[in-house]
């Protein structure tokens, strides 16, 4: 398919990157003379028809900027027939050949639903929380890590003159990899994340014994998904503590601060590649893809296969989300699962093992 017009959105939450994905799509596509329309809101653009042409100096500085010039949306309206049927006229009107989607699981559903509806889609992670699972990183997941190490810091110098545990929780929905990595960055004496179950007994023991032991600052930190959402496990976890040990306790949501923020260089690079890789991809006549990190390479990972891995990983798998596999590619995936959540288990550990 020779591809005239393409478009680009940003869908779901927002992430450091989202920009360089988008300027490296334009400017891949433009080396290619190839047309370029963002589609403003996610894919409530498509629904609204708001949608703009993109040029080389559109996407001139974005590559600094957090958040997306382009807008985002989580759009129920799409999932509909008559919200497909609106995207659709909308991509008819303007003549756009394909979409370049960034965004998290979510986006990537909706481009299948495009992909199938006669528009080639290619999806480019853009979440935080690094919560797909068949990528080794997603881009926004180090401009994460990195504000939450320094907002930890900076809990460091009071919770050392005031000889206080922080309880800290931060975003990842059902992920705890921000809690987890940034517990190890930040020297924390224990963390909470959903993947293992979390021995409140032990915590307390350990924050008793070194403070008896002299050590005065401790930092806790809590994945948003320990306990379900809402369940205010950091913040129980606070009282429980300073309660059993003695020790003054401060609990802190950081919230959406997370998700702000210049994107970090390792951000920037991941975004520019995997939105060059996208418009690459759909050059090659190739569609209903995902651009993914394995073992520091670059590789384009089927959306559905995509899906079924992170419902293997994550305990939810449906009847008939296996059929479409053969038996060799069902043993790759729990291969693939095993070895990540060992993995989890082994930095779960070296944060217990440092806690000193």
């Known amino acids: 398919m020779k591809f005239r017009k393409i478009g680009v959105l940003t869908s779901g939450g927002d992430a ?68 497909m049927a609106k995207a659709l006229e909308t991509c008819r009107k303007h ?23 006669g528009i080639p889609t290619i999806g480019v992670t853009g979440t935080i929380d690094n919560d797909i699972t068949a990528t080794d990183y997603t881009v926004g997941f180090d401009t994460a890590m990195n504000t939450v190490t320094g907002i930890i810091d900076c809990l460091r110098d009071t919770g050392e003159s005031h000889a206080r545990c922080m309880v800290t929780e931060v975003m990842g929905r059902h992920c705890g990899e921000i809690a987890l990595y940034t517990a190890i960055a930040s020297g924390a004496v224990a963390v909470a994340i959903p993947e293992i179950e979390f021995d409140v007994d032990a915590c307390v023991k350990r924050i008793a014994e070194l403070r ?5 600052n401790f930092q806790v930190i809590v994945s948003e998904g320990v306990g379900g959402y809402h369940s205010h496990f950091g913040e129980e976890l606070a009282k429980i503590i300073e309660e059993r040990t003695g020790v003054e306790s401060r609990f802190n949501c950081l919230g959406h601060i997370v998700r702000g923020g210049q994107p970090t260089l390792r951000d920037r690079l991941a975004a520019s590649c995997m939105g060059s890789m996208a418009v690459e991809l759909l050059l090659q006549d190739k569609s209903n893809l995902v651009v993914c990190e394995l073992n520091s390479e670059l590789v384009p990972v089927d959306i559905n296969y995509s899906f079924a891995i992170d419902r293997m990983y994550k305990n939810k798998l449906k009847d008939g989300d296996l059929d479409a596999y053969t038996e060799e590619q069902i043993a790759e995936m729990r291969d693939f699962c095993a070895r990540k959540s060992a993995h989890i288990k082994e930095l779960y550990s070296l944060v217990e093992e440092l806690a000193k």
């Open 16 to 83: 450091p990157g989202m920009n360089a994905s988008i300027r490296a799509v334009v400017r891949t596509a433009l080396d290619n003379g190839i047309e370029v329309l963002g589609v403003v809101g996610g894919y409530r653009g498509l629904i609204d028809d708001n949608v703009r042409k993109l040029t080389s100096r559109d996407v001139s500085g974005v590559i600094a900027l957090g958040g997306t010039f382009l807008l985002t949306d989580r759009c129920d309206e799409f999932k509909t027939p008559e919200g």
């Open 95 to 117: 003549e756009i050949d394909a979409i370049v989607a960034i965004g998290g699981d979510g986006t990537f559903r909706g481009a299948t639903d495009l992909t199938n509806h």
């Open 212 to 216: 008896a032991a002299g050590k005065r």
